[in-house]
């Protein structure tokens, strides 16, 4: 069993910044590839990024692309999403996912464990 604890979301205005973070306990941390989602109302949940076990290898969403960063601290525990030039439609809830088997996969069905997700909503 991994346990995740999403935390750092809230409110910005667009064209701000907020960093993610998710706390990771109970096995092996650097074991499992990582991932952020998100879900919007009335959305499915949308592939945001991912990270590989050891951090050498990111993947992100295009809707993303060049305006968040993914990284991972193994020593920690820890795995973070640095996220710029926020859009409204970034708003959503995230979530942190782990994946003991698929590194880097954009499906939410390949990943073993899942945070309880973090608000944030971007105003204009």
């Known amino acids: 069993q991994v346990q995740l604890v999403e935390f750092g979301g809230g409110l910005v205005q667009a064209g701000g910044s907020l960093r993610l973070s998710c706390a990771a306990s109970g096995r092996t941390f650097s074991n499992y590839a990582m991932g952020w989602f998100r879900q919007a109302p009335g959305k499915e949940r949308e592939f945001v990024t991912a990270?590989?076990?050891?951090?050498?290898?990111?993947y992100y969403g295009d809707s993303v692309k060049g305006r968040f960063t993914i990284s991972r601290d193994n020593a920690k525990n820890m795995v973070y999403l640095q996220m710029n030039s926020l859009k409204p439609e970034d708003t959503a809830v995230y979530y942190c996912?782990?994946?003991?088997?698929?590194?880097?996969?954009?499906?939410?069905?390949?990943?073993?464990?899942w945070g309880q997700g973090t608000q944030v909503t971007v105003s204009s």
């Open positions: 996912a782990a994946a003991s088997y698929y590194s880097g996969s954009y499906y939410p069905s390949h990943y073993d464990y």
């Open positions: 990270i590989s076990r050891s951090g050498g290898s990111t």
